[in-house]
């Protein structure tokens, strides 16, 4: 069974950094997707990053793109997320997905597996 435990959130003023890491166990194949997800209060989960396990694209949202780096490290089996330039419309509760189907990367209902979320708050 593939588990995920996201840590590295925390409450930051406006243009500070956070790093976010998701340490994972499980997988049985070396090839998986991953990816990170936030979801605000009252809004729908949106698509922050993903990547592939043994290289390939990586992904990015629009309002995050040129901000925050996804990275995974195989070694470790830790998936990172380096936010910089951090904003108050940055927070949301920040899961770690693993193992999508076929589709596009920020479908939510495509990835099987989940970590429990880990908050970040920006203030302005």
């Known amino acids: 069974q593939v588990q995920l435990v996201e840590s590295g959130g925390g409450s930051v003023q406006t243009g500070g950094s956070l790093t976010l890491s998701c340490a994972h166990s499980?997988?049985?194949?070396?090839?998986?997707?991953m990816a990170w997800f936030r979801q605000a209060q009252g809004k729908e989960r949106e698509g922050v990053a993903a990547i592939y396990s043994e290289g390939g694209p990586i992904y990015y949202s629009d309002p995050v793109k040129g901000r925050f780096t996804i990275s995974h490290d195989n070694g470790s089996n830790i998936l990172s997320l380096q936010m910089t330039a951090l904003k108050p419309e940055d927070t949301a509760m920040y899961y770690c997905a693993s193992d999508a189907f076929n589709g596009p990367w920020y479908e939510a209902n495509l990835y099987k597996y989940w970590g429990q979320g880990t908050q970040v708050t920006v203030s302005s």
């Open positions: 499980g997988h049985t194949s070396s090839w998986y997707s």
